[in-house]
């Protein structure tokens, strides 16, 4: 059987023995040997919490931590940073600026580990004739791949990026999370990349974890989380779609401020059994506007796509995201007709199932 690289064991933290907020509420996490695993969440969320607690710069409070199927936290035990086996790249890249790029990347190697290791990694990241610049005359590109070397070249079983690419211009990020994977891979190493881009996120991870509060909502694949989101946080967040409250208006239908639907969860959904909860996830293309003064949406503003207007509209106590094409041009303070389109579908939760929208 093989082990998993991570196990996190209903792990709880907070910052402080006074302090009455959870960073981290009952995490548990397996990560498997050679997977890439993805923590998204928004700003405070706990996912560089979670990602120092693996690393060892931080204690749980509760719950028990295993790397490599060795326990390194919790139950009374706690192995430092030092002696865990993991390579760490951060956010600023923390590189030396005394240090050539060659004695940032044999940082902490003796002496004989220094020369094949490094040589093979500065050719596997395109380094190569770069080994005695100095980090100020690297690029960012060059200097996130020489922390991505550095962090390598012990060869640790598990590396740990705290959203590495997000100080680099789109060209340079598109390139260098495409090449993650496959680097990792050549090393025999699994990683755990820190993000708050749903889309990096779904692009490159084998699996992403999705947090909020400190709570993890889901973890899955990118193709099931597109698919089959597990709460509304999950299909807003990530998915950027818009999140309904629906109920049952009839028999046969349900309703929600934009139309109503076929109810296909049977005859049995009615108002006494019907979850509080309960919403749809509707896709910004989902939704129809007109200009209309005498309607009660208002548009808050927009976004242009390149061949879409985005808008924000506020109705009914909620602010939609609605895309619509670039000859449908509607202005600031605006007042719109919005409703689904006829076809449309749309997910319910928590039952997660697809509804068809049939009325005007």
């Not at 609605?322 to 303070?333: F, G, K, S, T």
């Amino acid at each position: 059987m093989v082990q998993n690289s991570v196990s996190l064991r209903s792990v709880w933290h907070r910052y402080g023995p006074n302090s009455s907020e959870w960073t981290l509420k009952g995490i548990d996490l397996d990560i498997a040997h050679g997977e890439l695993l993805g923590l998204l969440g928004p700003s405070g969320c706990g996912k560089t919490t979670l990602l120092r607690l693996i690393a060892g710069f931080e204690r749980p409070n509760q719950g028990a931590l295993e790397l490599q199927g060795r326990q390194v936290a919790g139950n009374g035990c706690w192995i430092p940073p030092e002696r865990r086996g993991v390579g760490m790249v951060f956010q600023d890249y923390a590189l030396f600026p005394h240090l050539t790029a060659w004695q940032n990347a044999c940082f902490g190697l003796h002496r004989r580990e220094k020369s094949s290791k490094v040589t093979w990694l500065f050719n596997l990241l395109g380094l190569e004739g770069l080994e005695q610049r100095f980090p100020h005359q690297l690029s960012g590109g060059q200097r996130q791949r020489l922390a991505l070397a550095r962090a390598l070249a012990p060869s640790p079983k598990l590396v740990l990026l705290d959203e590495p690419f997000s100080s680099l211009d789109v060209e340079v990020r598109l390139r260098l999370r495409a090449e993650l994977a496959g680097v990792l891979e050549a090393c025999d190493a699994s990683g755990v990349i820190v993000t708050h881009d749903p889309g990096e996120a779904l692009a490159v991870c084998d699996r992403v974890a999705v947090m909020r509060d400190g709570a993890l909502h889901q973890c899955a694949t990118p193709q099931e989380i597109v698919s089959n989101p597990a709460t509304p946080f999950v299909g807003s967040f990530v998915l950027q779609n818009n999140v309904i409250p629906v109920w049952p208006s009839s028999e046969g239908e349900l309703s929600c401020p934009l139309g109503r639907f076929k109810n296909r969860i049977g005859s049995s959904a009615h108002e006494q059994s019907w979850p509080s909860e309960a919403c749809v996830l509707v896709e910004p293309d989902a939704i129809g506007i007109v200009s209309d003064p005498r309607a009660e949406a208002s548009v808050l503003g927009r976004e242009f796509l390149g061949d879409l207007w985005e808008y924000r509209i506020e109705f009914s106590g909620m602010i939609l995201r609605v895309r619509c094409p670039i000859e449908q041009d509607l202005m600031a303070n605006e007042r719109c007709r919005i409703a689904l389109k006829r076809g449309a579908s749309v997910t319910l939760l928590p039952q997660r199932i697809n509804l068809i929208h049939s009325f005007v």
